[in-house]
Nanobody, 123 residues
Framework: QVQLVESGGGLLQAGGSLRLSCAAS????????MGWFRQAPGAEREFVAA????????YYADSVKGRFTISRDNAKNTVYLQMDSLKPEDTAVYYCAATTRLANTVGPAYDYWGQGTQVTVSS
């Protein structure tokens, strides 16, 4: 089992950058593929980015491709989401998630979820 704690959210203006972190408990972090999802008010949760166990494979939603970068540091049990050129439509609660399956874009495939961190982008 793994516990996930996100941090790094905040309020900023459009065009700015933010880096989210997700710290995982336990000594088996490298056994999990990791993903980032987000949920805006009144909207369904959507996939943002995912990364394989080794970090060698990444996936991105079309809406963030070229602006967001997912990475991980297995020595620190942490996954990151670097968000650049932020837009008001990126406003959401961002969640990290862990799966024992291969990295993928499907929310229900993830076994563990963090509590989320709010990102608000003003125009």
């Amino acid at each position: 089992q793994v516990q996930l704690v996100e941090s790094g959210g905040g309020l900023l203006q459009a065009g700015g950058s933010l880096r989210l972190s997700c710290a995982a408990s336990g000594r088996t972090f490298r056994s999990y593929a990791m993903g980032w999802f987000r949920q805006a008010p009144g909207a369904e949760r959507e996939f943002v980015a995912a990364i394989s166990r080794s970090g060698g494979v990444t996936y991105y939603a079309d809406s963030v491709k070229g602006r967001f970068t997912i990475s991980r540091d297995n020595a620190k049990n942490t996954v990151y989401l670097q968000m650049d050129s932020l837009k008001p439509e990126d406003t959401a609660v961002y969640y990290c998630a862990a799966t024992t399956r291969l990295a993928n874009t499907v929310g229900p495939a993830y076994d563990y979820w963090g509590q989320g961190t709010q990102v608000t982008v003003s125009s």
